[in-house]
């Protein structure tokens, strides 16, 4: 056979069956090369998205669905964990792999558990060797010696001196190991000292505040402070200068109460309260300065007080160092009792120390706070 341009032309058995295969295998080529094209342009894309979140945090971005590769199982056995064996020993089948990828048979084994136990080894013994290191300063901290003490407050009952020997009996440790507790309790077993404040000041002084008692009146072998508290001394010569009250035990808050209100009412006028006393009866009685006395009875003990001042202020004020002692316990007056051979005396009866003072009218009395 011969083509148009009178060339021979061979006979071929089935060409036409080949050309449609080799039609098939073009095309199949094309496609493949068109996916790998598109899976190029896929992922430039998202590197290009990536690329603008890191700089633009805001944005937002969908990533397409992107074809998964495959990992081969034995990558994913090397990076997790190894099959162990109930015994804790790695099975022959991995023992085989190990020998596959080029590994020794030790350098297959995870070892992360040794290195937390060793890491908390390690961690012990430093921790040891510092405990040891700082053992000898923190001790010599603590066997410091006190070398000085400081004594603060004002000493008028209690001397100086007795607070420095109380102090110094109680002294036998170091500056740390100090019982202050037992140091405070020995100074509050005195009783002139009411409070104790104890300080360490550093590196090795101790500060030691004393607060005296603050006697309000003489009461029996002691004093009563402020509380109404009493308070047994054994000396009792730094007392005299107080009044002195007297009563049951029970009644001494109450007395010293009464003595408190009947001496703000009497101090008005110049009259100091040197002594009260309450009897079984619940009947006062008390005593001024120049050792006039005053009965008051049991009941209505401030309104009787205030009739006197009345009575002091319009008749006695004047005479007062003639008066050797006043009853109030009338309703309507109160009872004077001169001093023997007086000219108060002389003057109103012969014979009789005693007389009988009117009270005046209401409206003479004074107004009394």
Not at 109 to 125: C, E, H, P, T, Y
Not at 148 to 167: C, H, M, P, W, Y
Not at 295 to 314: C, H, N, P, S
Request: hydrophobic share 40%; charged share 30%.
């Amino acid at each position: 056979m011969r083509d148009m341009k009178g060339e021979r032309i061979e006979p071929s058995i089935g060409s036409e069956r080949a050309n449609a295969e080799a039609a098939k295998a073009a095309r199949r080529a094309r496609a493949a090369e068109a996916e790998r094209e598109s899976r190029k342009e896929s992922a430039a894309e998202t590197r290009v998205v990536r690329d603008v979140l890191l700089e633009n945090p805001s944005s937002r971005y969908v990533a397409p669905d992107l074809p998964i590769a495959r990992q081969d199982v034995s990558a994913k056995r090397e990076r997790g964990y190894a099959k162990i064996s109930p015994q804790g020993r790695r099975s022959g089948g991995e023992r085989k792999q190990a020998a596959k990828t080029g590994k020794l048979f030790w350098q297959s084994w995870n070892f992360s558990w040794v290195n937390r136990k060793l890491g908390a080894v390690l961690f012990v013994i430093a921790l040891a060797f510092g405990l040891y290191w700082v053992s000898g300063p923190v001790a010599k901290v603590f066997e410091r010696p006190i070398k000085s003490v400081v004594v603060e407050g004002d000493f008028n009952l209690i001397t100086k001196q007795r607070a420095t020997e109380l102090i110094s009996d109680e002294i036998d440790g170091d500056f740390l190991q100090l019982d202050l507790m037992q140091l405070k309790n020995a100074l509050l077993s005195d009783p002139w000292v009411e409070k104790v404040t104890l300080n360490r000041r550093w590196p090795d002084t101790l500060v030691v505040k004393i607060t005296e008692q603050k006697p309000i009146a003489r009461w029996g072998d002691g004093f009563l402070n402020q509380r109404g508290e009493i308070v047994r001394v054994e000396e009792a010569s730094k007392l005299s200068g107080l009044p002195w009250l007297q009563g049951s035990e029970a009644d001494a808050p109450e007395i010293l109460q009464q003595y408190q209100d009947l001496s703000q009412i009497l101090r008005s006028r110049g009259l100091e309260v040197i002594a009260l006393k309450c009897d079984n009866k619940k009947s006062w009685r008390l005593t001024i300065k120049n050792h006039v006395e005053i009965a008051l009875g049991r009941d209505q003990v401030m309104e009787k007080i205030r009739r006197f001042v009345t009575v002091y202020d319009t008749h006695l004020s004047n005479v007062w160092m003639d008066v050797k002692a006043i009853d109030v316990r009338y309703t309507n007056g109160v009872a004077v009792r001169w001093v023997t051979d007086s000219e108060m005396a002389k003057k109103y009866i012969k014979g009789q120390t005693k007389t009988s003072v009117p009270v005046p009218a209401p409206r003479t009395a004074p107004q009394l706070n």
